[in-house]
């Protein structure tokens, strides 16, 4: 059993930053992948960001275009999604879950996440 909360969101500029904490409450932290997705109003659930268990490893949607980087601290069961550059189209609901498969493809997809957090608003406007 997990469970993670999300934090960090709000309301932002174009072109302004955030940090999105997920703090992960579970037994054994460093057996999980964690990855990030995004749920914007009357579309699918969209991949974001996954780091993998040892944090060697991170991976990212096609969007992200280098503009966010995402780590976690095993010593505070945190993962950080940092958000540069946010645009309009970022808009959206930000959810952190856990996996425990391995490898790039898993992480990519939400059917593999087990555990979620319940999300925090992220809206970019002028």
């Known amino acids: 059993q997990a469970q993670l909360v999300e934090s960090g969101g709000g309301l932002v500029q174009p072109g302004d930053s955030l940090r999105l904490p997920c703090s992960v409450s579970v037994g054994t932290f460093t057996v999980y992948a964690i990855g990030w997705f995004r749920q914007a109003p009357g579309k699918e659930r969209e991949f974001v960001a996954a780091i993998s268990q040892s944090g060697g490893n991170t991976f990212f949607g096609d969007f992200v275009k280098g503009r966010f980087t995402i780590s976690r601290d095993n010593n505070k069961n945190t993962v950080y999604l940092q958000m540069n550059s946010l645009e309009p189209g970022d808009t959206a609901v930000y959810f952190c879950?856990?996996?425990?498969?391995?490898?790039?493809?898993?992480?990519?997809?939400?059917?593999?996440?087990?555990?979620w957090g319940q999300g925090t608003q992220v809206t970019v406007s002028s």
């Open positions: 879950a856990t996996s425990n498969f391995y490898g790039e493809p898993y992480y990519r997809r939400a059917s593999y996440y087990g555990y």
